[in-house]
């Protein structure tokens, strides 16, 4: 078998990997690069074959919706195949709603969906997605099966959200059998470590700041679908969850198609915003989620500055960056703080992971740090490949 990182050895993002063996060759990922101070758009991928050219590509799979991993399959050309997650499918389809999205969304309206632990069979590979906890809900890794050969990408993944108990245990049973590569996302090799708050801690939080402010303004990512049903169950009884349409359409497509699977997805209680909800939101209180815009900032000001606190529940590096406007949007109420947890796993899990999986190979991708994974993993295991480097294994 041969992989080949198009892109994300040495940067988070952008993301594109290729497994080939002699008969058939898939893709897993098309990212567009995070925006960076030094180069705001993302280079267009290429690969040939894939985005151009002639040359045959069995299939592209996607772990999860988040652009870094999706927004160049608008590049992909339109005969080849490309699989994802059921809910994946749904959400993106919501989202794209821009003109510049069209092309974007006209492929993904197109793509075939997969089911968890269901295999998938492209020529002489058989790749198998599982399950994974990401602030991305419906996120997967694949275990990729060849020539007697046995890879798994894990796609971005942590431990410390509501489902990241299930993946260790899923390790001692279908990963049990020896792997050859672990291609493993390094988020937070390069960023702070120490334990992570959980999900569970954060809701916790969010209880406490109710009870203490009546106006509660939560400003998270729209597609965090857990966090914004966490905080939703966390509103006590006579107050209100206020969402967007958008964010309310988001929510009833998590509870038709997970609400079986956990009380978490089902039965949300929410209202969207409108003025003539006032004077009964300023009596009783609320949890609204909140965008950084001219419109929330308006609403944010008809109530009392003193009883109020927005939560920045999104990553820092997006408010310290420069040009960022979410600093002065914070300045909207009379106080914040921040109520985050990373969608990443912490470098303790990523070390206990190898440990557990024991692989032969472990190839850093989606890490600003590579070289730093050597804190954590045998430096004899570590394959540390350049972007379009192909690997034989
Ligand atoms: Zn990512
Ligand atoms: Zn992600």
Redesign the pocket.
Same mark, same amino acid.
């Given at each position: 078998m041969q992989i080949t990182i198009h892109r994300g050895t040495c940067q988070?993002?952008g993301?594109a990997v290729e497994i080939r063996t002699a008969n058939t060759r898939i893709i897993i990922d098309m990212?567009e690069e995070l925006p960076s101070e030094h180069k705001p758009f993302s280079t267009p991928l290429s690969i040939p074959g894939v985005t151009c050219g002639r040359g045959a590509c069995a299939a592209v799979l996607l772990t %999860?919706y %988040?652009g !870094?991993?999706c927004g160049q399959l608008k590049n992909l050309r339109k005969e080849i195949p490309l699989y994802m997650g059921r809910l994946t499918k749904e959400v993106l389809l919501a989202s794209l709603t821009r003109k510049e999205d069209f092309p974007l969304k006209t492929r993904v309206a197109q793509a075939l969906t997969f089911l968890p632990a269901q295999p998938l069979v492209f020529g002489d590979i058989t790749v198998t997605p599982f399950w994974v906890d990401h602030s991305a809900c419906d996120s997967y890794m694949f275990l990729v099966e060849a020539e007697g050969k046995r890879i798994l990408h894990t796609? !971005?993944f942590r431990l410390h959200g509501f489902r990241g108990k299930a993946l260790p245990r899923f390790i001692q049973g279908r990963l049990k059998q020896p792997l050859d590569a672990l291609i493993l996302?390094g988020?937070s090799l390069s960023r702070s470590d120490g334990t992570p708050v959980t999900e569970r801690q954060l809701q916790q939080a969010a209880k406490s700041y109710m009870k203490q402010y009546p106006y509660v303004f939560v400003l998270a990512a729209s597609t965090q679908l857990e966090r914004m049903c966490a905080l939703a169950k966390a509103v006590p009884a006579g107050k209100y969850f206020i969402c967007d349409e958008y964010q309310s359409r988001l929510l009833d497509l998590l509870q038709q198609q997970w609400g079986a699977l956990s009380p978490l997805y089902r039965n949300i209680k929410k209202v969207v915003y409108g003025k003539n909800l006032q004077h009964r939101l300023e009596e009783r209180g609320f949890l609204m989620m909140v965008r950084d815009n001219r419109n929330f900032r308006a609403i944010i000001r008809r109530f009392d500055p003193a009883r109020s606190v927005i939560l920045y529940s999104m990553w820092d590096g997006y408010r310290t960056r420069p040009g960022s406007s979410l600093g002065r949007f914070l300045q909207s109420a009379g106080r914040w703080a921040p109520l985050h947890t990373s969608?990443?796993a912490s470098r303790q899990d990523l070390k206990k992971m190898i440990e557990q999986l024991n692989p032969a190979y472990v190839l850093p991708v989606?890490t600003e740090a590579p070289q730093a994974l050597k804190i954590i993993c045998p430096i004899e295991k570590i394959k540390w490949l350049k972007d379009g480097e192909a690997w034989v294994l």
């Open positions: 988070i993002g993301l990212g %999860h %988040h !870094d991993h796609g !971005d996302e988020t969608g990443h989606h």
